[in-house]
């Protein structure tokens, strides 16, 4: 995903007819099926997605660009592509009929790109609406998934039910996810948590690749260690040497930004998704 990101901005959206004239008019820009597919690369001789949201504008009431983790965007003005915070904030100031969503599973790393609090941003002082999704209670969490299974006509008993709950906590997408695959791919209980597993190594794989402390500072966490300085200690013993607080310091920050721990009450710390502690406390 990051790589398609950094050679180009690919959109895939359903479009009516008169959006599909639109598209036609536009060099680059190929219909296919009942659909649109835009590669809009940076590039010269190509379509330029502010011409398409323009003339989208000028022809529809609405029309609701929506970009799912947004958060990776911020790569494309690092590598001499284009500044898709310049693109959004084009939009907000001149194209009312042209709503924007992003959403990302790494909030602050999303907060740090859109930068409305930031001066040098160019999305700096917009007004913007925010939904953060909660995990869910875990009698919501149960309810959620005795739901979605009797929709699929599967019948799962309630002590799997709560295991589930047990395990995944009220993390909507793993919720999600372990009812896909018992539901409609039919993968047995103990396969799913595997495969859980297996997406959380392959997710933090770079991450990991970067520096031992992230390793460190994770299995600290997953262990029982929730303070600053009992997680510092932990990554010393465990690297044997001293690290400096700093390093620590600089690895928490990175982590609280990409939504994998949590700064919790009184001075504590704690990983967000089960799954990574699982990983970690193994």
């Known amino acids: ?63 609701v660009l929506a970009i799912d983790e947004a958060q990776w965007l911020r790569l494309l003005k690092g590598h001499g592509k284009v500044d898709m ?104 209980p103990v396969e799913v948590y595997n495969e859980a597993l297996a997406l959380i190594n392959e997710e933090l794989r770079y991450l990991l690749s970067r520096s031992r402390y992230y390793a460190a500072v994770l299995e600290a966490l997953a262990r029982g260690r929730t303070r600053f300085s009992e997680i510092r200690d932990y990554v010393s013993a465990r690297l044997g040497k001293y690290v400096q607080p700093t390093e620590v310091s600089r690895v928490f920050n990175n982590l609280v930004k990409l939504s994998i721990i949590k700064r919790s009450g009184h001075g504590t710390y704690e990983i967000v998704d089960p799954v990574v502690r699982i990983r970690f406390s193994q």
């Open 85 to 188: 915070a310049l693109v959004l904030a084009y939009v907000y100031d001149n194209l009312g009929n042209v709503k924007v969503i992003l959403t990302g599973s790494e909030v602050g790393l999303l907060h740090d790109f859109i930068g409305f609090n930031d001066v040098r941003s160019p999305l700096y002082g917009r007004i913007v609406d925010e939904l953060t999704l909660e995990p869910f209670s875990r009698e919501k969490s149960m309810e959620f998934l005795r739901l979605g299974f009797r929709q699929y006509g599967v019948d799962v008993d309630e002590d799997e039910v709560k295991e589930v709950v047990d395990r995944l906590d009220g993390i909507v997408g793993w919720l999600i996810y372990y009812g896909y695959m018992r539901a409609v791919r039919g993968v047995k």
């Open 1 to 63: 995903m990051v790589s398609r990101c950094l050679s180009e901005v690919a959109v895939r959206f359903r479009l009516e007819d008169v959006i599909r004239r639109i598209a036609r008019s536009l060099r680059g820009v190929h219909v296919l099926g009942s659909g649109v597919d835009l590669s809009i690369y940076i590039e010269q001789g190509k379509v330029y997605l502010t011409d398409l949201l323009s003339k989208i504008s000028e022809s529809l009431d609405r029309f």
